[in-house]
């Protein structure tokens, strides 16, 4: 079945502890990306890749880190979390960076940090 | 900067209804725009992509048009259902920065 994989779906920590997130996709895609969605600020867009080796800022990313080494696999580093980064982060990929294909989405990661 | 907005915020009709909602982007020089269906605490599915250079896709029930001169988008659901409940996203690719998205409609279908 083709789909993005996030683990974990749900992660509590403390300010400081560093923490990944991961993603997967099985569909040879491309393109990958990291969104966080809050309440009144919808969803935000924090990193992207259009391939392998090549990673771009969105909108917010100070204090994530991204890589991207294998055509599948993207995982979201926080290295020194804080409370402010509490939210639900979003995992997404597509064909190409053209984009002229559907995003997919993974289900999601709840990330608290007290 | 582009600026991705929705009406309404809320909507909720009986089953049966054709309803229409409406998605407005302020800069047009986009790729492609796609709508999406968010169920609580789950991710994101896509519904129909337009390419900038359609007008609209169809899909089921669904019908989504573009109109890119003027910034808009309507996502039109026919004959309404309960489980059509969810919130609806719309996002806009554009020219240099990526994908945006609109706030969401969220949707309750009455049985």
């Known amino acids: 079945e083709a789909q993005v994989t996030q683990n974990p779906r749900y992660l509590i920590t403390v300010t400081g502890k560093k923490l990944t997130v991961t993603c997967s996709q099985n569909m040879n895609h491309e393109y990958m990306s990291w969104y966080r969605q809050d309440p009144g600020l919808g969803l935000r867009q924090i990193y992207y890749?259009?391939?392998?080796?090549?990673?771009d800022k969105g909108d917010v990313p100070e204090g994530y880190k991204v890589s991207r080494k294998e055509k599948r696999n993207f995982p979201l580093i926080l290295e020194s979390p804080s409370p402010n980064q509490t939210s639900l982060y979003f995992c997404a990929s597509s064909v190409t960076g053209t984009v002229i294909s559907p995003l997919h989405f993974g289900n999601g990661t709840r990330l608290t940090v007290t | 900067k582009q600026e991705v907005t929705q009406i309404p915020a809320a909507l909720s009709v009986p089953e049966g209804e054709n309803l229409v909602l409406n998605c407005s982007f302020t800069d047009s020089a986009i790729y492609n725009l796609q709508w999406f269906r968010q169920d609580p605490g789950k991710g994101l599915t896509s519904l129909l992509l337009?390419?900038?250079?359609?007008r609209e896709q169809t899909s089921g029930r669904l019908n989504a048009s573009l109109d890119k001169s003027s910034g808009r988008s309507t996502l039109y659901i026919a004959a309404s259902q309960p489980g059509d409940s969810a919130t609806y996203l719309c996002?806009?690719?554009?020219?240099?920065?990526?994908?945006?998205f609109g706030p969401g409609t969220r949707l309750s279908v009455l049985p």
């Open positions: 337009i390419q900038s250079s359609q």
């Open positions: 890749s259009m391939n392998v080796e090549v990673t």
């Open positions: 996002a806009v690719y554009t020219y240099g920065q990526n994908f945006v």
